[in-house]
């Protein structure tokens, strides 16, 4: 599916006569191509999609809506010397993006230009998913939800947190997943407090908590999830800042809907954790956007105050980090809807005590 109409038409919203693209899961979110070296150009009146000679049949394949070259490595060269971008252009790039080095040689190269950086310009159009993409957000978390299943039957004291994400990542490929969307967290007891714990070889004991984070990517669009579970009776104390810690998400999860602000779905959690006593403990934003890269706008926090599209695909995910005793997060993804929020993810979220 080719986007460059919508990339046209932000150029007329940010008044400028060009784009140059060079972040691959824009380049590929805008024309299909899924190689890592590319050089998108758009203009008014059409697209250049510019890589090297290692893709230029699979570029001729995937590229739709623009024309492919395949020069060699100097993208930036060939895009000067075939004189796309003329005296006086005003050229788009994406300034949370490209290197001050990359931008350098490229307003020495395109001497005549002026080179118009701006940061976030396609992020809520790639926010706003398309059916097709949700579907496949759905069954990379499908996949991501059978796993979860399967990993709950390993869980026991005397395995460690290192052998439990070697299984995360085998059973994840075995079902087909191209790759894991980020290094699995498995965090048991005192480790749960560190919200990006790394599995290490402490073994699981019983009577704690397990935070287990995990996620794939499947025909480029990722998934990603989080349940804690409880090996053994976990005590009273962890029971009810589980119970808050659902609640929270719950609330979170009913008033999640599309041209709700991104710090308003966050107050809507976070004033359930901090009623509880809890605040000091929910040390990071409820969530993240999810599509074409792990985490993508927007950033579901306090300190934002965007307004999500419908079609946005975003994490719910509140947690509570007790340091040195446990932590808590429970993780789903929704997409937001006119009327209220679908939720891709089917794991139950009830405490699940093994």
Not at 172 to 195: C, E, T, W, Y
Not at 256 to 266: E, H, K, P
Not at 330 to 348: K, W
Request: proline letters at 5%; hydrophobic letters at 45%; glycine letters at 12%.
């Amino acid at each position: 599916m080719s986007r460059i109409p919508d990339i046209q038409h932000l150029l007329g919203t940010n008044a400028v006569d060009a784009a140059l693209l060079t972040h691959p899961p824009d380049v590929r979110w805008a024309c299909g191509f899924t190689g890592s070296n590319g050089m998108l150009v758009v203009q008014p009146s059409g697209a250049h999609l510019v890589t090297d000679g290692r893709y230029a049949e699979q570029a001729a394949d995937e590229v739709r809506g623009a024309s492919v070259d395949a020069p060699g490595y100097d993208l930036i060269g060939y895009v000067a010397e075939r004189g796309w971008l003329g005296e006086g252009a005003r050229v788009l790039i994406q300034g949370d993006r490209v290197t001050v080095a990359e931008r350098d040689g490229w307003a020495e190269r395109l001497p005549g230009c002026t080179l118009v950086p701006r940061t976030r310009w396609m992020a809520p159009a790639r926010a706003a998913k398309t059916a097709a993409e949700v579907e496949q957000i759905r069954t990379a978390q499908a996949v991501t939800d059978a796993v979860f299943g399967e990993i709950v039957g390993l869980l026991r004291p005397g395995v460690t947190e290192r052998e439990v994400a070697a299984e995360i990542v085998y059973r994840h490929l075995l079902r087909g997943a191209d790759k894991m969307a980020f290094d699995p967290i498995v965090a048991s007891g005192p480790q749960g407090a560190l919200p990006h714990a790394r599995p290490t070889d402490r073994v699981l004991q019983s009577g704690e908590l397990v935070v287990l984070d995990f996620g794939c990517v499947l025909g480029g669009y990722a998934s990603d999830m989080t349940r804690t579970v409880a090996l053994g009776e976990p005590g009273d104390e962890a029971r009810a800042a589980y119970a808050v810690v659902l609640r929270a998400q719950r609330q979170a999860l009913a008033a999640a809907r599309s041209g709700i602000t991104t710090n308003a779905l966050d107050a809507a959690a976070r004033g359930v954790i901090e009623d509880a006593g809890l605040g000091s403990f929910f040390s990071h934003g409820l969530g993240h956007g999810i599509g074409l890269e792990t985490h993508e706008w927007p950033h579901v926090s306090r300190h934002t105050d965007a307004v999500m599209p419908a079609g946005t695909t975003v994490t719910i995910e509140p947690g509570v980090y007790l340091p040195g005793r446990f932590g808590i997060r429970i993780e789903d993804i929704v997409v937001l809807r006119q009327d209220g929020c679908e939720n891709l993810t089917a794991a139950p979220k009830d405490l699940l005590v093994l």
